[in-house]
């Protein structure tokens, strides 16, 4: 069977598609991105795409398809998560009004949805969305689409759920041609996460409490924590690094993220001052476990350590500076190197990674994990193989 075809909106360094990739059902064809150290990412890890450096908004999808030759028939799956930085529940000031144009991106996402009209799309978004607006931007997005002759739905799907060591949530919209179910992936994990306060919370795809006793359904996995994520890599102090394995993987996680890779790469810490090893070294769960000397402001999160016994918290685009998150390693006086950080988020060790560190951490930080993007992938083949008779079965899983 021939796969289907994939293009990568606001693809970033290509997580997101390299799960999809790896499912082994899909091909992606093309990834558009703004940010050039994104799309070199991207490049150097989907070989058979085509990557381009165009703002979207001045990149109509006609052209785009003129210019590469890719008809309207080629284009079997549209993804991406179009920037809007306003609607992020983690931001401390949300000011950013709806009119904002970052906020608008997602009507480009439409565009190109309209113009190549794919049998299935996948949005995926801050969940600050839902209740931004008293809901009102899901509700246009989901009007927008559906005028187009899509239905659609939309649910919180939280990485920690589905095999990613991280409590990452995350909206995930998706829409399928008329005739085909709509559906989303039952979770395959277990652990306990505090999820974004909605009214429905039939929205939250939460592991079902009758799998943990093997119930109907698969029985439930344990989530996989940060150290089953890390703790095969070398041990450092502040300011060093290292670049080959010492240890054999302990667990099938890390075993998994090994796979193909000769060197170990990108496992370098930061070099922190006197007084960032002091805070350090008395940092907890929370910011009340360092001195008040040592310290004049910060979040809750900030100068804390992460726990190894379950999932990390929401690995963001600073994981490299205490200061700014939770992201001190778990038992050594440091924070995270940038190959912990792309652990956590699912990444390969082989995965290469454009541009300088900085902008690296960045990449790992803005990514989709590719192991959610697998899981949503595999469910979005099941959907476009269904038969006419499962078609009419549009339960939401």
């Not at 703002?55 to 079997?76: A, C, F, H, K």
């Not at 991106?105 to 190549?116: I, N, Q, T």
């Amino acid at each position: 069977m021939q796969p289907f075809r994939v293009l990568d909106l606001f693809c970033g360094t290509g997580g997101f598609s390299k799960g999809f990739e790896d499912q082994g059902s899909f091909d992606v064809i093309l990834g558009i991105d703004s940010l050039d150290v994104a799309v070199k990412s991207f490049r150097s890890n989907h070989h058979n795409a085509i990557a381009l450096t165009r703002d979207i908004r001045n990149s109509p999808p006609q052209d785009v398809s003129g210019q590469l030759d890719i008809t309207t028939d080629m284009v079997d799956v549209i993804i991406g998560g179009p920037p809007c930085q306003g609607f992020s529940s983690i931001r401390p000031h949300r000011s950013v009004e709806w009119n904002d144009p970052r906020n608008g991106l997602f009507r480009d996402f439409a565009e190109y949805v309209a113009w190549f009209r794919p049998r299935v799309f996948v949005l995926e978004n801050v969940v600050g969305l839902v209740t931004f607006n008293g809901g009102e931007a899901v509700e246009i997005m989901q009007s927008t689409f559906e005028s187009l002759g899509y239905t659609t739905d939309w649910r919180i799907m939280n990485a920690a759920h589905y095999g990613v060591p991280q409590k990452r949530e995350r909206l995930i919209l998706l829409g399928v041609e008329r005739g085909l179910p709509l559906s989303f992936p039952r979770p395959t994990h277990y652990c306990e996460v505090d999820t974004i306060g909605i009214r429905d919370k039939g929205r939250m795809l939460l592991p079902e409490k009758a799998n943990l006793f093997n119930l109907g359904n698969p029985p439930l996995l344990p989530a996989v924590t940060v150290a089953d994520a890390i703790d095969d890599l070398p041990p450092l102090n502040s300011g060093e690094a290292a670049a080959r394995y010492t240890a054999a993987p302990r667990t099938t996680y890390q075993a998994d993220r090994r796979a193909g890779s000769r060197s170990l790469t990108l496992h370098a810490s930061t070099a922190h001052t006197p007084r960032m090893l002091e805070i350090i070294r008395h940092s907890g769960p929370n910011i009340s476990h360092v001195p008040e000397r040592l310290i004049t402001s910060g979040f809750s999160s900030s100068y804390s350590r992460i726990a190894g016994d379950e999932p990390s918290v929401t690995i963001t685009v600073n994981f490299v500076h205490p200061a700014s998150n939770r992201c001190i390693h778990p038992t050594q006086d440091r924070a995270l190197t940038p190959r912990e950080g792309a652990r956590i988020q699912s990444f390969d060790d082989d995965f290469h990674f454009a541009g300088n560190r900085t902008q690296i951490v960045k990449q790992i930080g803005n990514a989709v994990p590719p192991l959610l993007g697998r899981v949503i992938a595999k469910h979005v083949a099941a959907l476009l193989n269904s038969t006419p008779a499962a078609a009419q079965d549009t339960t939401v899983a």
